[in-house]
């Protein structure tokens, strides 16, 4: 049998490869020896198969990667620098990819599979397999993991007496705070607006275990808490197969969304183009504490569309706003989104004063139904009014305005933690897209795009509760409702003054 020499260095790669868990998750920086230590794993369970009647140790693995480049140029690379074609048998280089290794008496099938094919998606399906390796599961949904737990222990077959073990691996870089790994591990909670059926589809089962492995590098504050710089991290796994300076060089120009990522494991995502508002600092306005309600006036925005969603704040005295809550839905209509507003109004807010502003493109009738999305929401007792202004840079410049606000000293506006989709997009996940031009140069208007919704919802609020005013003064935009009234949804009394009244100085 040809050598291989392999040893994991890291403590976190050393648990990994001794659990037996069916599922068994490794997320970790670049760099960090994951897909290494998967490639390992295989083989090791093949040695450890036992043998059939013939004496062959027989044993199937698909291993899996989102696009068919990345498996080619990353996968199928690291997995032939360790098993070479010239001591482990010849690679098969038409679809799909598969590697036959006969070494001693060890027969192991590898069949590589890239998911953005239906041909290959179907190809997984009537599989059967030994076990499965997912390479950067960030990028694959819930459900192929699914059908991947599906198509393992299936071969050897009993009459040939069975896997010795079986189960799936994964590996990955740091996803996405609401991405099913990071839920699952147990790294974030259970998003609120999921049903119960869904909810129960993200419970970690006992037999499924994440490791996650230690940042490759260390922050280094000033006494103000500002990030100053970086340094290696003392506890980096596989730092014995890396240069000094190989994280001190990758993270030259590189944005800290980018290195958190890539070099700290953190939970985020990397958006390319130019965030809407620089002026955001998550040190700043990012809640460390969840966020109470006060006993006033809770203001709601609202963006409507296949994608709708609503965000729930209140104006302090002093002029500070706190963001508390969003709702964020997908592929729901204006009529099932309202009953959902309406309980999760009941739900956190109950007694308070609402207001409720929308974006007014809403008061128009679509062409197939003769109800407007203001109408419906008034059906459901949410009586909901436009917002003052459609503008997108005043919209914008009135959020903008808030978050370069101080007062005492302390931040002007204070957005909840649980506010994960608002938190993503103010890092950049609601940015001006870069244009395919020469130098910098950027679209006027912000991306459309998952997180565009919830911030459209944000500054429908904004305005609405008056922020903006004096950006609107000069401007030919005028308020689109003259006169309403503020109530409690939850009582049929309402307040004889007008908002607008009652808003000194709008």
Not at 168 to 196: F, K, Q
Not at 401 to 410: E, I, P, S, T, Y
Request: contains cysteine; glycine residues 8%.
């Amino acid at each position: 049998m040809p050598e291989l020499n392999y040893k994991p260095h890291g403590e976190v790669l050393k648990t990994f490869l001794r659990s037996n868990k069916f599922f068994r998750g490794l997320r970790g920086p670049v760099g960090s020896g994951k897909s290494v230590a998967c490639c390992i794993e295989v083989f090791k369970r093949a040695l450890q198969q036992e043998p059939d009647r013939s004496g062959k140790r027989k044993s199937r693995w698909a291993v899996i990667r989102n696009t068919n480049p990345q498996l080619k140029t990353t996968t199928i690379k690291t997995w032939l620098d360790w098993f070479p074609e010239q001591e482990f048998g010849n690679f098969a280089w038409s679809v799909p990819y598969t590697h036959h290794i006969h070494v001693g008496d060890i027969e192991l099938e590898v069949i590589f599979l890239a998911l953005d094919r239906p041909e290959d998606v179907k190809k997984l399906l009537s599989l059967e397999l030994t076990g499965i390796w997912i390479n950067e599961a960030r990028e694959l949904p819930k459900s192929i993991i699914d059908a991947c737990t599906m198509r393992v222990g299936r071969f050897p077959s009993m009459k040939d007496g069975g896997p010795s073990w079986y189960g799936v691996i994964a590996d990955t870089n740091a996803p996405e705070e609401d991405h099913w790994w990071a839920v699952m591990a147990g790294d974030v909670p259970v998003p609120e607006h999921l049903s119960r059926e869904e909810a129960l589809m993200l419970v970690k089962p006992d037999d499924w275990e994440f490791f996650t492995q230690p940042s490759a590098m260390l922050e280094k504050k000033n006494s103000k808490g500002e990030l100053e710089s970086y340094e290696n991290n003392p506890k980096c796994e596989n730092k014995a197969n890396l240069t000094d300076k190989y994280y001190l060089n990758i993270i030259k120009g590189k944005t800290k969304g980018w290195i958190d990522v890539y070099v700290m494991n953190k939970l985020g995502s990397i958006e390319e183009g130019k965030p809407v508002y620089p002026s955001w600092n998550e040190a700043t306005h990012l809640s460390k504490e969840p966020l109470e309600h006060l006993n006033n006036t809770i203001f709601i925005g609202i963006d409507f569309g296949l994608t709708p969603a609503a965000v729930f704040g209140q104006k302090l005295v002093d002029g500070r706003w706190l963001i508390l809550h969003e709702l964020v839905c997908f592929d729901m209509g204006i009529t099932r989104f309202s009953e959902l507003l309406k309980t999760e109004i009941a739900k956190k807010f109950r007694g308070q004063d609402i207001e409720i502003y929308g974006d007014p493109a809403g008061d128009f009738r679509a062409q197939t139904d003769e109800s407007t999305p203001f109408q419906i929401l008034r059906s459901q007792g949410l009586k909901a009014v436009p917002a003052p202004s459609n503008d997108v840079a005043l919209r914008t410049e009135a959020v903008e305005a808030a978050l370069n606000r101080m007062v005492d000293g302390k931040a002007g506006f204070l957005l909840n933690y649980s506010c994960i989709n608002l938190k993503k997009g103010f890092n950049g996940g609601y940015h001006y897209r870069r244009l395919q031009t020469s130098g910098d140069r950027y679209d006027e208007k912000p991306m459309k795009n998952r997180y565009s919704h919830v911030h459209d919802a944000l500054q429908y609020l904004m305005l609405g509760a008056g922020e903006g005013r004096s950006l609107m003064a000069g401007r030919s935009t005028q308020p689109t409702v003259a006169k309403t009234r503020s109530w409690n949804i939850f009582d049929n009394k309402t307040r004889k003054k007008s908002i607008w009244q009652s808003r000194k100085g709008f």
